[in-house]
């Protein structure tokens, strides 16, 4: 038997004892109180044998109270060892009182014969009920019988009462049975025990091993899902990247033949400089299309200002935030320049903005505000979206980064627009994450600064 079974056996077998004792105690209360009125007729060991019962009484009491917090989940090496204490001390203080009342009858009459079926009563429930321990079950044994023992033989010795000898070739046989009966008994105990360890033992496997078929199958599910959304998301960025370059070619041929004729007014360049931005925040959505589906593994960059990249976010944004009636906060943009693909980092800072716009539908008017935070600590750069509307909870912050995951209504989101993002800033050597050191709801874009202006 290895260690961590013999340890969970021991538990198991001082949970047994608790049990017997709980219940075994009310019955030696019982007793105790006969025995209080019955013995008063013993003239001059009755007070003595009524003290002592009252002591049991209090020892049973005090008995109950430790077995219940054993089998509550206390069994702490101190409870046991008071529990083991209190049997002592119980078994103990009928055996005096056996010997005393033996004593004073000269092992006769009819205050012998109830002494005699009580002693013999409690030899025999004891295997029921202490057996679990050894050493409590052979203590309990020594002190009933041996002082009373010991008495029949001073009594037939000393000629007081010459029957007793046939007692002691009694108790001797009861002890030889006990002796035989607890091996046996004893064996049973720990054999049933040890199947139950084994069959817990086994359950335990087998929900360990039923855990890990559902993470596995769970695993290959994500990895499917994964791959069929790389092959669709493949697919669309053909299908879109064509589009848009037509639309891109005709803006500029557009542009190239208002030159010519010179008709090209201030008001037709801004619409077509427009139309061209928007098909470049396509080529953004696109190519981070491309990244998902392992078709691109990087775009080119190059370095380009903060604040370039956060006026161009503001100014797709701007009309939504005013239209909602939103406050957008901004700390002074530092001077600094990150090198990235400009627009596939407005279109991060965009979905940001626009998630926290949708998140503030449900806050009062007066309390919608946007706060963009930025903090630069040695070559890394920190931009901080905050907004006042109601904290993620945590379950839902574990899973906001997941494909096709959103707590939106129906079409109003595709739950791409964190994944993709995120994906586009590890592809600048960046991250993007929530975060909950904040008081209110906080995206943060982490990038690496590639020059500072007071460098």
């Not at 260690?3 to 047994?16: F, P």
């Not at 019982?30 to 049991?56: H, N, R, V, W």
Request: hydrophobic share 45%; with cysteine.
């Amino acid at each position: 038997m290895d260690r961590i079974k013999s340890d969970s056996l021991q538990h198991i077998l001082w949970e047994e004892v608790a049990s017997k004792a709980l219940k075994s105690s009310i019955g030696f209360i019982l007793i105790a109180i006969i025995c209080f009125f019955f013995y008063a007729q013993l003239e001059k060991s009755g007070p003595f044998i009524q003290a002592l019962t009252l002591i049991i009484i209090a020892f049973n009491i005090l008995r109950m109270k430790i077995a219940k917090d054993i089998l509550g989940g206390q069994s702490t090496p101190k409870l046991k060892q008071t529990l083991k204490l209190v049997i002592y001390a119980n078994s103990l203080c009928w055996g005096i009182i056996f010997f005393v009342a033996s004593f004073e009858s000269k092992s006769e009459g009819l205050v012998f014969m109830v002494t005699m079926t009580i002693l013999m009563f409690f030899i025999a429930a004891s295997l029921a009920t202490l057996a679990y321990i050894k050493s409590i079950f052979f203590f309990h044994q020594v002190v009933i019988l041996l002082p009373t023992i010991s008495l029949f033989l001073y009594q037939d010795y000393a000629g007081i009462n010459t029957k007793t000898s046939i007692f002691v070739v009694l108790y001797i046989l009861v002890i030889l049975y006990q002796s035989r009966q607890y091996t046996t008994y004893r064996s049973e105990i720990e054999q049933r025990l040890l199947n139950q360890l084994r069959l817990t033992s086994s359950n335990e496997e087998l929900r360990r091993s039923q855990n890990l078929l559902i993470n596995q199958t769970q695993k290959l599910i994500e990895t499917s899902k994964q791959s069929a959304l790389g092959e669709m998301a493949g697919g669309l960025a053909h299908e879109i990247n064509n589009s848009t370059m037509v639309i891109l070619g005709s803006a500029q041929q557009i542009e190239r033949d208002l030159r010519i004729v010179n008709a090209l007014t201030p008001k037709n360049e801004k619409r077509i400089q427009n139309i061209v931005d928007a098909v470049e925040r396509m080529k953004t959505v696109i190519d981070g299309l491309k990244f998902f589906s392992g078709e691109m593994e990087s775009v080119d960059r190059t370095p380009t200002s903060l604040k370039s990249i956060l006026e161009r976010t503001l100014h797709y944004s701007q009309e939504m935030l005013r239209a909602h009636e939103v406050k957008l906060l901004m700390d002074k943009i530092p001077d600094v320049e990150v090198d990235s693909h400009p627009f596939q980092i407005t279109h991060i800072l965009f979905n940001l903005i626009k998630n926290a716009d949708d998140a503030l539908s449900a806050v009062e008017k007066k309390d919608r505000w946007i706060k963009i935070e930025t903090v630069i600590y040695n070559n890394r750069l920190s931009i901080h979206v905050i907004n006042s509307g109601p904290k993620i909870p945590k379950d839902i912050q574990l899973k906001l980064f997941q494909p096709f995951f959103t707590t939106k209504e129906v079409n109003r989101g595709s739950g791409l627009s964190l994944s993709s993002s995120k994906g586009i800033a590890i592809d600048h050597g960046g991250e993007l994450f929530f975060n909950d050191a904040f008081s209110h709801t906080c995206f943060t874009l982490e990038l690496i600064v590639y020059k500072r202006g007071d460098s």
